[in-house]
């Protein structure tokens, strides 16, 4: 008797076979998306919003991180209530300054607007 399996895996074969991906894509795909997802559950659990900084407010460097994981941080608010971008209870200018510089990094800051065009 022949095992039977999950309508999600036959519809996996079907799309593989449809474009034809050989066995290493279909791997190195799997690999990445589980790669991604690691990295979109690690960067989700330092998110502004934590109740660790009610004894001890957030300063430059979780200003800087949260920053940088601030475009992660949007997309989980649009789905969670309890998380948002920015850390409320924070030392002021320098919590500012680490989120301007950390977002500025992600998302490239200037340095593409000075690269000359052809």
Not at 13 to 38: C, E, G, H, P, Q
Not at 48 to 73: C, Q, R
Request: glycine fraction near 8%.
């Amino acid at each position: 008797m022949a095992i039977q399996r999950s309508k999600f895996f036959l519809y996996l074969d079907a799309y593989f076979r449809t474009y034809n991906l050989s066995v290493m894509k279909r791997i190195n795909n799997l690999y990445v998306f589980i790669i991604i997802f690691a990295l979109f559950l690690v960067l989700s659990s330092c998110a502004p919003g934590n109740e660790k900084f009610d004894a001890e407010p957030a300063g430059f460097l979780m200003g800087l991180w949260h920053g940088f994981i601030s475009l992660v941080t949007f997309v989980i608010s649009l789905f969670n209530d309890n998380v948002t971008i920015y850390e409320i209870d924070n030392t002021g200018k320098l919590y500012n300054l680490g989120f301007v510089l950390g977002a500025a990094i992600f998302f490239g800051g200037g340095s593409k607007s000075s690269c000359s065009r052809k």
